[in-house]
């Protein structure tokens, strides 16, 4: 159909309806609703602060695991500690919603110290009456300090689990510097260094596949594993850090960050159920030592050195 103005324009195959290319910008500009989820796309990831143990303020978290982990220390038996164990393992599940796979993860280094302990005091403590382990035959008393000393690694360990995974670094510092009157420098200074740590695994991965590109020798598909490869990565790894380091120090400085009272920008609460928290902690650790002690399983430091 021709109109008084001539035939209409047409549309070459490339070209689309002048509202088509709105509506597609304006269908890209949406955001996603989506859950967040685990870095190789697993479970979704629950954040700290929505937990019972990710509320918790995160100086008096800290103090308490600080006293628990102390009063552990003193303590010999593996009965105690089993029981700080499996409460603190039941905590971060119920209270801190961590995942089963994280919490076995997490567990890994403190087991291994743990059984090296028990290896320790198996073989050098034969006294007390004799034990068959299998084929081999041991000392009950290495056998239980062994034992003791390897459950103790494991209570330290969830212990220190409940602030590592349940708090987060900004939030803990933040609550550091507001309530344990740590000075502004130390705060900024740890915050730094975290950061640069999150950062280490990319730079090592952007380090590593510039190595693959630059060497014609690779397979493709494949990162070079030469001892020389891996060394030249790790030095640039260090520079890289160094110089990241330096440039935070130098914006630091010229913020002028010390030279005076600074305000907070997200101040964290601290109120009467995070004090009401840590007393039920404390109370619960003493049950278990007094219940210990009537029982007559409790033994002190003096079981080392009998």
Same mark, same amino acid.
Request: glycine share 10%; proline share 10%; hydrophobic share 45%.
């Given at each position: 159909?021709?109109?008084?103005?001539?035939?209409?324009?047409?549309?070459?195959?490339?070209?689309?309806?002048?509202?088509?290319?709105?509506?597609?910008?304006?269908?890209?500009?949406?955001?996603?609703?989506?859950?967040?989820?685990?870095?190789?796309?697993?479970?979704?990831?629950?954040?700290?602060?929505?937990?019972?143990?990710?509320?918790?303020?995160?100086?008096?978290?800290?103090?308490?695991?600080?006293?628990?982990?102390?009063?552990?220390?003193?303590?010999?038996?593996?009965?105690?500690?089993?029981?700080?164990?499996?409460?603190?393992?039941?905590?971060?599940?119920?209270?801190?919603?961590?995942?089963?796979?994280?919490?076995?993860?997490?567990?890994?280094?403190?087991?291994?110290?743990?059984?090296?302990?028990?290896?320790?005091?198996?073989?050098?403590?034969?006294?007390?009456?004799?034990?068959?382990?299998?084929?081999?035959?041991?000392?009950?008393?290495?056998?239980?300090?062994?034992?003791?000393?390897?459950?103790?690694?494991?209570?330290? =360990?969830?212990?220190?689990?409940?602030?590592?995974?349940?708090?987060?670094?900004?939030?803990?510092?933040?609550?550091?510097?507001?309530?344990?009157?740590?000075?502004?420098?130390?705060?900024?200074?740890?915050?730094?260094?975290?950061?640069?740590?999150?950062?280490?695994?990319?730079?090592?991965?952007?380090?590593?596949?510039?190595?693959?590109?630059?060497?014609?020798?690779?397979?493709? =598909?494949?990162?070079?594993?030469?001892?020389?490869?891996?060394?030249?990565?790790?030095?640039?790894?260090?520079? =890289?850090?160094?110089?990241?380091?330096?440039?935070?120090?130098?914006?630091?400085?010229?913020?002028?960050?010390?030279?005076?009272?600074?305000?907070?920008?997200?101040?964290?609460?601290?109120?009467?159920?995070?004090?009401?928290?840590?007393?039920?902690?404390?109370?619960?650790?003493?049950?278990?030592?007094?219940?210990?002690?009537?029982?007559?399983?409790?033994?002190?430091?003096?079981?080392?050195?009998?």
């Amino acid at each position: 159909m021709v109109g008084p103005h001539g035939p209409p324009p047409r549309r070459g195959p490339g070209r689309a309806r002048p509202g088509a290319r709105r509506h597609r910008r304006r269908r890209r500009s949406r955001p996603r609703r989506d859950r967040a989820r685990s870095p190789r796309g697993g479970r979704p990831v629950t954040a700290p602060h929505s937990t019972p143990l990710g509320r918790w303020n995160p100086t008096v978290k800290l103090a308490t695991v600080l006293v628990v982990s102390t009063g552990a220390l003193l303590v010999t038996d593996p009965y105690t500690p089993a029981i700080g164990w499996v409460l603190t393992v039941a905590a971060l599940l119920v209270a801190g919603r961590v995942p089963v796979r994280t919490l076995a993860l997490a567990h890994v280094p403190f087991l291994v110290f743990a059984t090296s302990l028990l290896v320790v005091n198996v073989a050098t403590r034969p006294g007390g009456d004799p034990v068959d382990l299998g084929p081999v035959t041991v000392g009950s008393d290495g056998l239980t300090i062994g034992a003791g000393l390897a459950v103790r690694t494991l209570l330290v =360990g969830a212990l220190s689990l409940t602030v590592a995974v349940t708090t987060g670094p900004v939030h803990l510092m933040t609550s550091l510097h507001q309530h344990g009157r740590l000075p502004l420098t130390w705060t900024y200074a740890v915050l730094a260094a975290h950061r640069l740590l999150v950062e280490l695994p990319d730079a090592w991965h952007t380090i590593r596949c510039a190595q693959a590109v630059r060497d014609p020798r690779r397979r493709p =598909g494949t990162l070079p594993r030469s001892p020389r490869a891996l060394g030249t990565a790790a030095y640039a790894l260090l520079v =890289g850090a160094v110089r990241r380091s330096e440039r935070l120090t130098v914006a630091l400085e010229s913020r002028g960050l010390g030279s005076g009272p600074r305000t907070t920008a997200r101040p964290v609460p601290l109120g009467v159920p995070d004090v009401v928290a840590a007393v039920a902690v404390l109370a619960v650790a003493a049950a278990v030592v007094v219940v210990g002690v009537r029982a007559g399983w409790v033994t002190g430091l003096g079981a080392l050195t009998a």
